[in-house]
């Protein structure tokens, strides 16, 4: 199955403030998938990365606020914007793993003072 | 109500003991059925996967669907502490990533 690299592993942000998390796949992957996981919750799809379109976003998550970059097959970026304490969790990324399996990359531990 | 109940545990139970862990869900449509372990610290990673009823055993894992009572469960034999995780069943209709929903985990610790 495809390695995920993802970064940073966690950070402390400044409310106000934007970070973005990079993911890097060791092979070519048609979509990518951002995840966020709320501590005793489950986890919740944010949006599908293409590679050459627009990602995707679920109902409660906007562009704005999430924008997202996949500038190739192998490589992209979660931006979480103008963050405040509510934007505190764990973003994962994600790949598609055989026919219905997903492989997630470790995670980026935010929080948000 | 939320589409896919999962007891969030924490589960603690002595090393060599079966664990029973389980899933119940709303929606009949759900056709793929998964179980991730998350360690402390990491993603989830896939243990098990299942389509529709039935039976499917890997090691000491075995993981058991009821469509009719919309039930899964994933048994673990002669637990190990290095089974101590956090463990999410995970289904959908389709096996689009878009239609997969997690139940919220069950915290299991194995103790030696």
């Known amino acids: 199955s495809a390695v995920i690299s993802q970064k940073p592993s966690r950070d402390i942000c400044q409310r106000g403030t934007s970070l973005t998390i990079q993911c890097q796949v060791d092979?070519?992957?048609?979509?990518m998938f951002w995840y966020r996981q709320q501590p005793g919750q489950s986890l919740t799809l944010i949006a599908t990365a293409n590679q050459g379109s627009e990602a995707t976003y679920e109902s409660g998550f906007v562009i704005d606020k999430f924008p997202i970059s996949r500038p190739n097959l192998t490589f992209s970026t979660l931006t979480v914007s103008n963050m405040s304490p509510e934007d505190s969790s764990i973003y994962l990324c994600s790949v598609a793993q055989g026919y219905y399996g997903y492989t997630f990359g470790s995670g980026t531990r935010l929080t948000v003072v | 109500q939320k589409e896919v109940e999962q007891d969030p545990g924490p589960l603690s139970v002595p090393e060599g003991a079966i664990v029973s862990l389980n899933c119940t869900y709303s929606?009949?449509?759900?056709?793929?059925f998964m179980w991730y372990r998350q360690y402390s610290r990491k993603g989830p990673e896939l243990l098990m996967y299942t389509y529709s009823s039935g039976n499917k055993e890997d090691g000491r894992f075995t993981a058991q669907v009821d469509k009719s009572s919309k039930y899964i469960s994933l048994f673990i034999r002669d637990s190990q502490p290095s089974d101590s995780a956090t463990y999410l069943c995970?289904?959908?209709?389709?096996?689009?990533?878009?239609?997969?929903?997690f139940g919220s985990g069950t915290q299991l610790t194995v103790l030696p």
């Open positions: 092979s070519q992957v048609t979509m």
């Open positions: 995970a289904m959908s209709a389709s096996g689009s990533a878009r239609q997969l929903t």
């Open positions: 929606n009949s449509a759900f056709q793929y």
